[in-house]
C-alpha cells in the first residue's frame, strides 16, 4: 500500500515563507513525476509545480519565481518551497506522485490527503 503524506502547511502573513514536504512510502519501485496541486476554497484543484525524476521543472506562471519545487529521489520525497506568499496563495495543497509498485507494473497516481495553507494579509 503506499501512502503519500504531506507536511509543512500553517498560517503565515503575506510576504512569508512555508516548506511543505511530501513523503512517499509503502511498496514503491519507482515514482516518475512528482508535483503539488492547489485548491483554493470553492475552486477547482490545479497543478502548481511538478518535477521529473531527472529533476526538469514545470511551475504555473502565478508562483514563478517565487516558488521552488526540488526532490530526494533516496528518500521519495518531495519539496515545495513557497517564498513572497500572497494571500491568494490559500489553499489547501495537495501532493501528487507517479509511482510503480513492481517493475513490471505501470505507473499510478497517487495523492496526499493535503495540508492547508493559509495566507493572512
Known amino acids: 500500500q503506499v501512502q503519500l503524506v504531506e507536511s509543512g502547511g500553517g498560517l503565515v502573513q503575506a510576504g512569508g515563507s512555508l516548506r511543505l514536504s511530501c513523503a512517499a512510502s509503502?511498496?514503491?519501485?519507482?515514482?516518475?513525476?512528482m508535483g503539488w496541486y492547489r485548491q483554493p476554497p470553492g475552486k477547482q484543484r490545479d497543478l502548481v509545480a511538478s518535477?521529473?525524476?531527472?529533476?526538469?521543472?514545470y511551475y504555473e506562471d502565478s508562483v514563478k519565481g517565487r516558488f521552488t519545487i526540488s526532490r530526494d529521489n533516496a528518500k521519495n520525497t518531495v519539496y515545495l518551497e513557497m517564498n513572497s506568499l500572497k494571500p491568494e496563495d490559500t489553499a489547501v495543497y495537495y501532493c501528487n506522485a507517479a509511482i510503480a509498485v513492481y517493475f513490471t507494473d505501470p505507473v499510478t497516481t497517487y495523492w496526499g490527503k493535503g495540508t492547508l495553507v493559509t495566507v493572512s494579509s
Open positions: 509503502g511498496r514503491i519501485w519507482g515514482i516518475d513525476v
Open positions: 518535477i521529473t525524476t531527472g529533476g526538469n521543472t
